[in-house]
Every structure is written in C-alpha cells, then in structure tokens.
Nanobody, 122 residues
Framework: QVQLVESGGGLVQPGGSLRLSCAAS????????MGWYRQAPGKQRELVAT???????NYADSVKGRFTISRPNGKNTVYLQMNSLKPEDTAVYYC????????????????WGQGTQVTVSS
C-alpha cells in the first residue's frame, strides 16, 4: 500500500510563510513526479507546483516567485515553501505523486494525499 501524508498547513497572516511537507511511503519502486495541487471553496482543484525525477519543475503563474517546490536528495518527501502568502492562496492543499510500484503488479499511477488546510487571513 502506498500512502502520501501531508503536514505543515495552518493559519498565517498575509505576507507570511508556511512550508508544506508530503512523505510517500509503501512499496514504491520509483517516483516519477511529485507535486502540489489546491482547491479553494467552490473552485476546481488546480495545479500549484510539480517536480519530476529529472529535476524539472512547473509552477502555476499565480505562485511563481513566491512558492518553491523541492525534493532534497531525491528522497520520498516533497516540500512546498510558500512565501508572501495572500488571502487568495487559502485552500486545501493536496500532495500528488506519480509512482511506479512493482508489488503486487508493475504499474504506474497517481496517488493523492488527504489534504492540508492553508488559511491566509489577518
């Protein structure tokens, strides 16, 4: 069984910072991509940032220059450093990973975490 466990959400004032973490565990053969999505009330889930195993990253225009995704040493944990937070960043943030497993069968699919709430408010 594969699990993605997020942490680091909370309440922060505008202009503040938070760091989200997501740890993948289980019978993982390879991590192809890890990243973050978010969903605000009444809106569709949207991409925030992703990073591939080759080192390329992709950011939503709305967070470029403020958020940084990282996965130090290629380990099973991805971080999202969020600076200069704005009220419009308020959402549930979900970790996403494209993982290859070999037990019980060889397959590659997307996995999701349970989500962590980020609220930016004064």
């Amino acid at each position: 069984q594969v699990q993605l466990v997020e942490s680091g959400g909370g309440l922060v004032q505008p202009g503040g910072s938070l760091r989200l973490s997501c740890a993948a565990s289980g019978s993982i053969f390879a991590i192809l991509r890890m990243g973050w999505y978010r969903q605000a009330p009444g809106k569709q889930r949207e991409l925030v940032a992703t990073g591939t195993s080759s080192g390329s990253t992709n950011y939503a225009d709305s967070v470029k220059g403020r958020f940084t995704i990282s996965r130090p040493n290629g380990k099973n944990t991805v971080y999202l450093q969020m600076n200069s937070l704005k009220p419009e960043d308020t959402a549930v943030y979900y970790c996403n990973a494209a993982l290859r497993t070999i037990v019980p069968i060889v397959e590659t699919k997307d996995y999701w975490g349970q989500g962590t709430q980020v609220t930016v408010s004064s």
